[in-house]
């Protein structure tokens, strides 16, 4: 393992410290523009040239991380070593299991990679998906889509940590980008990537599915998320069983185990997550009820933010209960930014809105970084 390393380290608080001087630069461009710029027409292309450099970057940082002291990292790292020193093995599709992340893992064990290459490989993933996903939902500013990002307050965790978790969740987010534009066939294989990546985006697979077809008024999404609230309470070990006993994924079953009924700690009951999923639901609400905007493409992605996330509210009790809240969590960049680039919800001072909500954003995921944890 290595000791030491001329990589630079990389923190969450140097991620958000990067975010926040790429959000001035972008925010003195903003006051510069003329009004109206990030709603002009989808026809009208951003540049893209400069955020898919920041992109490469990340990529860069985050696959040449050290080793040790990140959570995962360090197990990946260990059983990345163990297959490279005992052999890769063959490639076998199995549907039923995480497929894809094995194929990949084996891919790079034959192709000679070392862990820092396996890593760069998967953070190549985790990042250039989500920026081909972010170029299609807000094409006239890729560059605010690709901070709401970075700015986001997990952005760090499962890019260094939890990593199939995000790069599945990212997949899906491109196979979102890919149905909405009615290509269909390849947004369902991409799902399906996604879930050979890491089981669990069949939450958001389904929410978005119900989104589609029985809670196709995103008013019953948001109602359903505030009853999770007061259900979590009455019924939150009951549902943590019933979702362990679907059998769908093994660590459910795992993490059930260490249920915690204590309400005021934060190896108990998550207020603190609560309060940061409830930022995108008001946010929601915000645009859709208080400026009266309309898109029906929004309307989908926040019903399934809201759907994917009550199931995390009635079980936010379980252990590792962040990387279920990410389930829905990983719609957070494109909710903010979809408005402010496809909507006209503050005209005529669309330019200045984007950077104090840019700002917002970041300034919480900061202040929970630096003052909570």
């Not at 026809?43 to 860069?60: H, R, V, Y």
């Not at 259900?231 to 070990?237: N, P």
């Not at 946010?283 to 009266?292: A, D, G, Q, S």
Request: glycine share 10%; with cysteine.
């Amino acid at each position: 393992m290595e000791e030491e390393s001329l990589i630079p380290k990389i923190t969450p608080l140097g991620i958000l410290y990067v975010a926040g001087f790429f959000i001035v630069i972008e925010s003195v461009l903003l006051s510069m523009s003329a009004r109206g710029r990030l709603t002009r027409s989808v026809e009208e292309k951003g540049a893209f040239f400069f955020p898919l450099l920041i992109s490469i970057f990340f990529t860069w940082w985050i696959g040449t991380r050290p080793y040790s002291g990140y959570g995962d990292t360090i197990n990946y790292y260990m059983g990345y070593q163990s297959g490279l020193a005992n052999g890769a093995g063959e490639i076998i599709v199995n549907f039923g299991a995480e497929w894809v992340w094995s194929a990949l893992t084996i891919i790079c064990m034959n192709s000679g990679l070392d862990a820092t290459g396996y890593f760069t490989v998967v953070a190549a993933g985790y990042m250039l998906t989500a920026m081909w996903a972010i170029k299609k939902f807000v094409p006239t500013s890729p560059m605010i889509g690709l901070l709401f990002l970075i700015s986001s307050l997990f952005f760090f965790s499962f890019g260094v940590n939890g990593i199939r978790n995000g790069l599945a969740c990212h997949l899906l987010l491109l196979g979102m980008a890919f149905f909405m534009e009615d290509k269909r066939v390849i947004a369902g294989v991409i799902a399906l990537l996604a879930m050979g990546v890491h089981r669990s985006v069949m939450l958001p697979i389904a929410a978005s599915i119900a989104g589609m077809t029985v809670v196709r008024n995103p008013k019953y999404a948001f109602y359903i998320w505030l009853a999770s609230i007061p259900l979590s309470f009455v019924l939150g070990g009951f549902f943590t069983g019933f979702l362990a006993g679907l059998g769908v994924d093994d660590r459910m079953a795992s993490y059930a185990e260490g249920y915690n009924d204590n309400v005021y700690t934060n190896t108990g009951y998550r207020w603190d997550f609560l309060l940061y999923s409830a930022i995108g639901v008001y946010y929601y609400w915000h645009v859709n009820l208080r400026k009266k905007k309309r898109d029906g493409w929004y309307n989908l992605i926040a019903t399934t933010y809201m759907l994917s996330n009550a199931v995390w509210v009635m079980i936010n009790r379980i252990e590792y209960s962040n990387r279920f809240a990410y389930l829905s969590w990983f719609l957070m960049p494109v909710l903010f930014a979809y408005p402010l680039c496809n909507m006209k919800a503050w005209e005529p001072n669309q330019n200045e809105m984007a950077s104090k909500i840019l700002f917002g954003y970041w300034g919480i995921s900061l202040f929970m970084y630096t003052f909570y944890w």
